[in-house]
């Protein structure tokens, strides 16, 4: 069981900073490839493709790893930037990291692996073995995860650098995993207590702001009910839907501000309150 989402001030924990970073864009799609429910006609919001921060003193937590090269031309993806140089710019190194959570394997999310070699990796029980099972013997499941990054994560396993979980945990005073399946058996978000309270990085519980407030899944799931169920849980975890980051909406760089002017469409804080609010992002 989870703690509560509101705590007193006196039990709060040191808040941590929190990032989102840009590192691909894929654009020209169409409603019905965002939407379970949607007129295959009209176009659709463009996906961005994140990493994430959570820093705080010297405790830093990567949050996914993203994709190269390779896997943005097999799939007509634009990559911007490595998410290792991504990284850089807010003065990380990721030859240097020591804390990576890994929400789920998919290749968007769980690539470069070999870009964090001191990494300890975080992952949930049944999403290692919903993409080393059974179900991969589905050519359209296992169309979304490559090969080579299951097969790299089989190695950083073997070389006893993967740290499993088996539901909610709390991995350091402030930051929580939280299994939400739907979209693959092992989805988890990641809860980080900031100066504006608890954040959820929902990363795929939620593509888009509008999967959650239509209640419209992403067309790629595991499991429709346990997906619509975790939007529910979503909204449980976070104070408000203001402090609910989805996973791939080109929207999270307009709602925040970058740290930087410099950083500018690279990288914006999610530490601080949102320009927008979740009802108008979510248009």
């Not at 993806?77 to 991504?86: G, I, N, Y």
């Not at 795929?204 to 509008?210: F, G, N, P, R, V």
């Not at 104070?239 to 410099?262: K, T």
């Amino acid at each position: 069981m989870a703690e509560p989402t509101g705590i007193d001030a006196e039990e709060a924990p040191s808040p941590f900073e929190l990032y989102a970073l840009h590192y691909a864009v894929h654009t020209g799609r169409r409603q019905h490839e965002n939407f379970l429910r949607a007129d295959p006609h009209e176009s659709g919001s463009d996906l961005h493709y994140f990493v994430w921060l959570a820093r705080r003193d010297r405790e830093v937590f990567v949050i996914d790893t993203g994709f190269a090269a390779p896997a943005a031309t097999a799939r007509g993806r634009t990559l911007l930037r490595q998410p290792a140089e991504a990284l850089k710019v807010l003065g990380v190194d990721a030859a240097e990291i020591e804390q990576v959570i890994v929400t789920h394997l998919h290749y968007d999310h769980a690539g470069t692996l070999t870009d964090f070699p001191r990494a300890q990796f975080h992952l949930q029980v049944a999403e290692a073995a919903y993409a080393t099972g059974p179900c991969m013997c589905d050519p359209k499941t296992r169309a979304t995860f490559d090969v080579e990054d299951i097969v790299e994560y089989v190695r950083v396993l073997f070389a006893g650098r993967v740290t499993f979980h088996d539901g909610d945990v709390q991995l350091a005073p402030g930051l929580w995993l939280h299994k939400i399946p739907g979209h693959t058996a092992g989805l988890q978000s990641v809860r980080v207590f900031t100066k504006r309270g608890w954040v959820v990085i929902a990363s795929d519980a939620t593509h888009l702001y509008a999967n959650l407030a239509r209640r419209n899944p992403f067309p790629i799931f595991h499991d429709e009910k346990a997906l619509l169920a975790g939007f529910e849980r979503l909204s449980e975890l976070a104070p408000s839907l203001d402090h609910i980051v989805p996973g791939h909406d080109p929207a999270v760089m307009r709602a925040y501000r970058a740290p930087d002017p410099s950083l500018e469409g690279i990288v914006v804080r999610l530490d601080e309150a949102p320009a927008l609010s979740w009802l108008e992002l979510a248009q």
